[in-house]
């Protein structure tokens, strides 16, 4: 019974030896809270930074952010595409307007009591759009009254002006809204950023205007002063645009 005693012995002994932690510096061990930490940093790595691979198979990765905090590009490129839309048909419709004013035959005097009228109501109904413009449909209701009081007030007013220079301002910032859309199109399909690509589009759209009212006015009679003041007011609207509505289109 001797050496089955020396057995039995030498195995109680090495089941109490207590097991030794494995060396973390050993090729191939990953130690335990290493690896809750690249868990948790797998959960907390945002959609829009994970790779295709890393993206569940029924989501696409345009239509997620590009950056945090903002709007995904292609609702950006969509919300910009229609307010310049919108501004272009505004734009249009108040010409009309204009139109079907300077055919109404008027004294000054009664002129300038219509145009003081509509534009105190403008600016009013302005203050609402400005208070309401994110309930809809009230918005379009009120944007539309102002398109209506705009082209009352352009049209009265410009009786005031020589050479229908009321009619060149409000024709070259037109030309320059759409010119502005059309090359916010081209220019979004060519993956421009959008700080530059409004830059751009406005610029282009405002020499166009410019230089399409250079060619035009002298044709219907105006003389080279009046074009060069319409231009520079027209100008002026634009830096307005650019100054007020342009970090909105950016982001």
Known sequence: GGPLQMEAWADREQSAVPAQPADPGQPGHAPESAGREQSGE????????????????FMTLWRLPSISGKMPRYVQRQFRLKALSLMSL????????????????TTKSDASGVFLTTLSVLIVVLMLLG?????????????????????????????????????????????????TTGMTLLLSALKWKSRDLMMASVAVGGLVGVAADAVFAPLLGSV????????????????????????LLVD
């Open 42 to 57: 797998q959960r907390a790595t945002p959609d829009s930074q994970r790779s295709p691979q890393q993206v569940p198979h």
């Open 90 to 105: 505004q734009l249009l419709a108040v010409i009309g307007i204009m139109l079907l004013v300077d055919m109404w035959d």
């Open 131 to 179: 208070s309401l413009r994110s309930f809809y449909p009230v918005n379009y209701v009120l944007l539309v009254v102002v398109t209506l009081l705009s082209g009352v007030a352009w049209g009265v007013g410009g009786k005031f002006l020589p050479d229908a220079m009321h009619f060149q301002v409000i024709a070259i910032v037109c030309t320059a809204m759409v010119v």
């Open 224 to 247: 080279h002063q009046h074009v060069i003041v319409s231009a520079v007011v027209a100008i002026g609207l634009l830096a307005i645009f650019a100054w007020g509505a342009g970090g």
